[in-house]
């Protein structure tokens, strides 16, 4: 999750290919895990780093 946080932090890649380069499958299991490390979405993230 490090990665994709970095990655959320000094990229504008999307949340999807950030996803897939994390190596999860799906959008959907990364916003559950994201969620789950950090208690925000990624989205809510990368507005909070704005």
Request: charged share 30%; glycine share 4%; hydrophobic share 30%.
């Given at each position: 999750?490090?990665?994709?946080i970095?990655?959320?932090?000094?990229?504008?890649?999307?949340?999807?290919?950030?996803?897939?380069?994390?190596?999860?499958?799906?959008?959907?299991?990364?916003?559950?895990?994201?969620?789950?490390?950090?208690?925000?979405?990624?989205?809510?993230?990368?507005?909070?780093?704005?």
């Amino acid at each position: 999750m490090r990665k994709a946080i970095d990655l959320l932090e000094s990229t504008r890649i999307s949340s999807t290919d950030i996803s897939f380069r994390t190596g999860y499958e799906t959008l959907s299991s990364f916003y559950k895990a994201f969620k789950k490390e950090t208690g925000i979405s990624p989205k809510d993230f990368c507005k909070m780093i704005e």
